[in-house]
């Protein structure tokens, strides 16, 4: 009797967010269809509102939970070969996965290695990631038969549990900007230049915050390059009224950089 292993399930990204798109298209559905009906007026005191306005809201938000989902059922798992690409693997690299969340850049790293290991750290917040725990993760590496070249740890980016020049590549995507005070983002960029090889990269891919990464990461011997698109950026930024700005930093430790 043959088995086959599920396929790996990396959750539903900013699940809260999703929740509150549904809510929202709901809602403005029902009203486009009591108005549409003749259930309700739309008048509100001296003001009236029409029926196209609540349709097209709830066009809109229905549209972005689909996209919402796409991006972390498929979009996602494309976009990971896409980033990690850019990368020239040797295979015996250590890797560390700065906010690994259940996996995804993580098992992709070691794929791509033979005698190296990949090393994922996080909090665990499930606001940022449904299902986000340790399990998952080590689930996630069973399943894509990797189990064997991944580690993970329950580690605050802010603080990480590494000795100075560990790790020769240090991946992290939409991880960083969750520290919402600038100092704490600043701390864990440093964190990520200490643990990082002279002559090693680090691929940062984020929503927001890149100039203030690519800063810190200057004035820790680091030579920082953008490499995505800053067409793309731009469109994201003004369709979502400045919420998010993404940026891919591919950044390399200066190999004359003292370990400290």
Known sequence: MSSTSSPADYGIDAPYVLRNLLIAGTAALLVWLSIAFGFW????GPL???PTGFLIMAIFFFASSAGMLWS?????VREREKLLSKISWRGDEQVLDVGCGRGLLLIGAAKRLTTGTATGV???QTEDLSGN???ATLENARRENVAERVKIETADMRKLPFANASFDV???RAAIHNLYAAG???AAIREIARVLKPGGLALIDDIRHFRQYAAIFTENGCDVRRINSAAVSMFWTI???GSLHPATLLVRKSPDHQKS
Request: no cysteine.
């Open 41 to 44: 007026s739309g008048r509100i």
């Open 48 to 50: 009236r509102f029409g």
């Open 72 to 76: 972390s059922k498929i979009g996602k």
């Open 122 to 124: 996080d909090i665990w």
């Open 133 to 135: 725990k340790p399990e």
């Open 170 to 172: 240090v991946i992290s």
């Open 184 to 186: 704490d983002r600043t």
């Open 239 to 241: 369709l979502t009224f």
